[in-house]
């Protein structure tokens, strides 16, 4: 179907000097192909990752290249159970949210785990906020004891 448009691509690959850093963006078929035939060539993975062409097998078969999970979150063949299975990916539950095949809820497990992160984040803040030594200074300016803190 693409056929001209793989041909045009391998032809703008082969002109390419070696030095040369020209992030190249693929849209359509056979986009895996022509990155494996040339991998020193200066791919863009945000655009490649979000490449409806690529699959979770795709990913799963090449650890080795540099996946750019944020973008991956956007492609439509990412499904919640991929996600769900593969909790330790940096996901982007933004664009995950944003994803066409994301019709239904986030499932618990995501939001518990979601909910965690910031609840920890906020508790840390928190903390050092009320705790900051400038504050101390100043309660024990005041008269209190240190065990009052």
């Not at 993975?45 to 990913?59: E, G, R």
């Not at 799963?60 to 919640?80: C, E, F, Q, R, V």
């Not at 990916?89 to 992160?117: G, H, Q, V």
């Given at each position: 179907?693409?056929?001209?448009?793989?041909?045009?691509?391998?032809?703008?690959?082969?002109?390419?000097?070696?030095?040369?850093?020209?992030?190249?963006?693929?849209?359509y078929?056979?986009?895996?192909?022509?990155?494996?035939?040339?991998?020193?060539?200066?791919?863009?993975?945000?655009?490649?990752?979000?490449?409806?062409?690529?699959?979770?097998?795709?990913?799963?078969?090449?650890?080795?290249?540099?996946?750019?999970?944020?973008?991956?979150?956007?492609?439509?063949?990412?499904?919640?159970?991929?996600?769900s299975?593969?909790?330790?990916?940096?996901?982007?539950?933004?664009?995950?949210?944003?994803?066409?095949?994301?019709?239904?809820?986030?499932?618990?497990?995501?939001?518990?785990?979601?909910?965690?992160?910031?609840?920890?984040?906020?508790?840390?803040?928190?903390?050092?906020?009320?705790?900051?030594?400038?504050r101390?200074?100043?309660?024990?300016?005041?008269?209190?004891?240190?065990?009052?803190?």
């Open positions: 179907m693409f056929s001209w448009f793989y041909k045009k691509i391998e032809t703008v690959v082969e002109k390419l000097d070696d030095e040369e850093y020209i992030p190249i963006r693929i849209k078929s056979k986009t895996l192909d022509v990155i494996k035939d040339n991998p020193n060539r200066p791919w863009d993975f945000a655009y490649v990752s979000m490449n409806q062409q690529i699959t979770w097998n795709d990913v799963k078969a090449n650890p080795h290249l540099p996946w750019d999970y944020s973008t991956l979150s956007l492609n439509p063949n990412i499904t919640w159970e991929i996600v299975n593969n909790l330790e990916k940096p996901w982007d539950y933004d664009y995950l949210s944003k994803n066409k095949m994301t019709n239904y809820e986030f499932p618990l497990c995501i939001m518990k785990r979601r909910a965690k992160e910031r609840s920890a984040l906020i508790k840390e803040e928190l903390v050092a906020k009320a705790w900051h030594p400038s101390v200074e100043k309660w024990l300016e005041a008269g209190m004891d240190i065990d009052d803190c």
